[in-house]
C-alpha cells in the first residue's frame, strides 16, 4: 500500500489573551520558540512554528490574543496582527480554555468566520477541569451554532490529545512538499527570540501593569567564537518604573537576566553573555511611531 501523500500547509493558531496559544505552538514544533506566561497579552507578535511531522507539516502562526480593549496603540496593533495572520492561511486553530467561553472567545470565532477558514475548535488545559463530566456539556454549549473541522480537548501543557489533532489539521492543509527544512521551527531570527526572552521575565516577574510598560530592544548580538554577545535594554513608560524593574540592589534587574540568559542558552544550544539596562521612554505603548522604531508592527 501507498503511504498517503505528504500534506504541508499554514494554520493561524488564534483565541482571547491566555488561554495556551503559544503554549499549543511550543509544544507541537517541539522547543520554546514562543514566549509563554500566566498573565494575558504576553505574546505581541505574529511568529511563525514549524513543525514537522512525518505525515506532513504545519506552519503554524501564533498571534497575539484577541482582544476587547483598544485604548493603547500596542493593543490595537495586537489585534491586527492577530485578524491579520488568517489571510491566506490553509485552516485556522481556535484556541478556548476548557469549562469557559466568553465574548472574547466569541470575537476570536467571529473573526475566524469572517475570514472564511476551516476552523478547527481546540478546547485547552483540560488537565485544569476538576470535574471531568463536565466536559460534555460545554463542549455541546460550545459547538452549538457554530461551525468547526472537528474539536479537540487537549492539555498543550501536559501534551495530551496532540497527536489526534495533528491529524486533523494536516487534512485541511494541502498535498504538496514540505516549505520548509525539516530542521527548520521558526522564522524569527535569533536576535528577535533573544529580546522574547527577556521579555518573558519581564512578564513572569514583574507585578501588576509593569510588564504592559515594558519593552526589550535588543542593541548588540554579536557572535564571538562559540559565545553570543547580547545586549537588551529594558524600556520602561516612566522614571519610577526603572527603579522597580531594577530592584533593590539591582537584584531584579539580575533574576531576569539570569533566567532570560538560561533560556537563550538552551534555545541557541551556545554560551551567552548577556547585558541589560533600563532606560525610560515617555508612552512608548501608545505611540505609533515609537512602537515602528521598537519593533512592532502588524
Ligand atoms: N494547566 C494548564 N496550563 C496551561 C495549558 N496551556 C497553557 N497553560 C498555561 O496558561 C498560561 C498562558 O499560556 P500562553 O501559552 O502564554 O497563552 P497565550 O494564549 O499564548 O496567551 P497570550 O499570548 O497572552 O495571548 C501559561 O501559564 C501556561 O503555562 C494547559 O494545557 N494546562
Ligand atoms: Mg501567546
Redesign the pocket.
Known sequence: MDASPFRAGHVA?I????????????ALVGAKI???????????HRLLGIATFPAGQLILL????I?REQKRAMNRMMNRAARGALEGVDAALL?VQAGRWDDEDGLAYDALKSAGVPVVLVV?????LKDKTALLPYLARATEGRDFASVHP?????E?GLPDLVRAVLSLVPEQEALYGEDEITDKSQRFLAGEMVREQLMRQLGDELPYATTVEIERFEVDGALLRIGAVIWVERQGQKGIVIGKGGERLREIGARARQQMEKLFDAKVFLETWVRVREGWSDDEAALKSLGYHD
Not at 514562543?34 to 505581541?44: G, M, V
Request: proline share 7%.
Open positions: 493558531v483565541g482571547r489573551p491566555n488561554v495556551g496559544k503559544s503554549t499549543l505552538v511550543n514562543s514566549i509563554t506566561s500566566n498573565r494575558p497579552q504576553t505574546t505581541r501564533d498571534t497575539p490574543g482582544h484556541v485547552n488545559q483540560v488537565d485544569r487537549i492539555s498543550a501543557l501536559k495530551l
